[in-house]
């Protein structure tokens, strides 16, 4: 298998998995959102942990440790990313929660959107005429949903830039996909431990510790996060943030069919609308790409072939 095609295999499943994730946050949603996210990040951190001890890698942590904090551009980067990766989190468990998961789908159609514009303007990536029209449709798209449900969807609004940054810093850093992931969780590890101690401490807590599927669900936050999260980093190293971008469109369709045919939220006319010319972006830009990707042979070529 090629880089390109583990690439593409890795990082679509990812989206698939984060696709299906609002019915797994929706069995825990008598859990406030910040209980939900303190134990997200410190299970994440337990299971990278488990990963990395049972792959027998732990020298190979070491010695990208040394070389993260040995470069502070690096540090500060993946300090950065650890940020802005629970920022998402808190705010798309917030959304799925508080029944929302119909704006949190818009959130991951502007993300695509937002990754091409960083392809472009951070990483220098080159569109074509019929590429920015493709593009331009999925903004109309997006620009009529935002209109049409009454205000700025701010909810959306910050699960498209903090994902779309995320994944610019991962393409950017070049340090190993599995310890990067075991560092952003272990940043954030000790404060989401001091604040889970607290709320248990003081009375504040909504989690049960008892044994009981509400308890499973919690502590299983760390497989669904961690999981999707690796398969995301090592695939993203293989393929242009450009593909990224489509590819996103995997994790906010499945949560579009999710939020109407099992939680019934409405899918308006207004919807309907924007969901249309956001696919029909989606192809063009999608058979645009595809064209310019094939290999082309050269007169030049097939002369020396035939000689």
């Given at each position: 298998?090629?880089?390109?095609?583990?690439?593409?295999l890795?990082?679509?499943?990812?989206y698939?998995?984060?696709?299906?994730?609002?019915?797994?946050?929706?069995?825990?949603?008598?859990v406030?959102?910040?209980?939900?996210?303190?134990?997200r990040?410190?299970?994440?951190?337990i299971f990278m942990l488990?990963y990395?001890?049972?792959t027998g890698?732990?020298?190979y942590?070491?010695?990208?440790?040394t070389y993260i904090?040995?470069?502070?551009?690096k540090t500060?980067s993946?300090?950065?990313a650890?940020?802005?990766i629970?920022?998402n989190?808190l705010t798309?468990i917030f959304?799925?929660n508080?029944?929302?998961i119909l704006?949190?789908?818009?959130?991951y159609?502007?993300?695509p959107?937002?990754s091409?514009?960083l392809?472009?303007?951070?990483?220098?990536?080159?569109?074509?005429?019929?590429?920015?029209?493709a593009?331009?449709?999925?903004?109309l798209?997006?620009?009529?949903m935002?209109?049409?449900v009454?205000?700025i969807?701010?909810?959306?609004?910050?699960?498209a830039?903090t994902?779309?940054v995320y994944?610019?810093?991962k393409?950017?850093?070049?340090?190993?996909a599995?310890?990067?992931?075991a560092?952003e969780?272990?940043v954030?590890?000790p404060?989401?431990l001091?604040?889970?101690?607290y709320?248990?401490?003081t009375?504040?807590n909504?989690?049960?510790f008892?044994?009981?599927?509400?308890?499973?669900?919690?502590t299983?936050t760390g497989v669904?996060?961690?999981?999707?999260?690796l398969?995301?980093?090592i695939g993203?190293?293989?393929?242009?943030l450009s593909?990224?971008?489509?590819?996103q469109?995997?994790?906010?369709?499945l949560?579009?069919?999710?939020?109407?045919?099992i939680?019934?939220e409405?899918f308006?006319?207004?919807?309907q609308i924007s969901?249309?010319?956001i696919?029909?972006?989606?192809?063009?830009?999608?058979i645009l790409?595809?064209?310019?990707s094939?290999?082309?042979r050269?007169k030049?070529?097939?002369?020396?072939?035939?000689?």
């Amino acid at each position: 298998m090629s880089n390109f095609a583990k690439g593409m295999l890795l990082t679509a499943g990812a989206y698939v998995i984060w696709g299906v994730l609002p019915i797994y946050w929706k069995q825990i949603e008598s859990v406030s959102s910040l209980e939900i996210i303190a134990h997200r990040i410190f299970w994440s951190f337990i299971f990278m942990l488990v990963y990395i001890a049972v792959t027998g890698r732990w020298q190979y942590l070491k010695t990208n440790l040394t070389y993260i904090f040995s470069n502070k551009k690096k540090t500060i980067s993946l300090i950065l990313a650890s940020i802005i990766i629970s920022t998402n989190w808190l705010t798309y468990i917030f959304a799925v929660n508080q029944g929302y998961i119909l704006e949190a789908s818009l959130g991951y159609y502007i993300n695509p959107f937002v990754s091409i514009l960083l392809a472009f303007f951070v990483l220098k990536e080159k569109f074509s005429k019929g590429e920015w029209l493709a593009i331009f449709i999925v903004f109309l798209g997006v620009l009529y949903m935002s209109l049409g449900v009454g205000g700025i969807p701010w909810l959306a609004l910050t699960l498209a830039i903090t994902f779309g940054v995320y994944g610019l810093i991962k393409k950017t850093i070049n340090i190993d996909a599995t310890y990067a992931l075991a560092v952003e969780t272990a940043v954030l590890a000790p404060l989401a431990l001091i604040y889970i101690i607290y709320l248990n401490v003081t009375g504040g807590n909504t989690l049960d510790f008892g044994f009981n599927m509400e308890t499973l669900y919690t502590t299983g936050t760390g497989v669904v996060t961690a999981i999707p999260l690796l398969m995301f980093a090592i695939g993203a190293v293989y393929i242009p943030l450009s593909v990224i971008g489509l590819l996103q469109y995997i994790g906010p369709t499945l949560m579009l069919l999710i939020s109407i045919f099992i939680y019934g939220e409405a899918f308006t006319t207004t919807h309907q609308i924007s969901y249309s010319l956001i696919w029909l972006g989606l192809v063009i830009y999608t058979i645009l790409r595809f064209n310019n990707s094939r290999p082309k042979r050269s007169k030049k070529t097939v002369k020396l072939t035939d000689s």
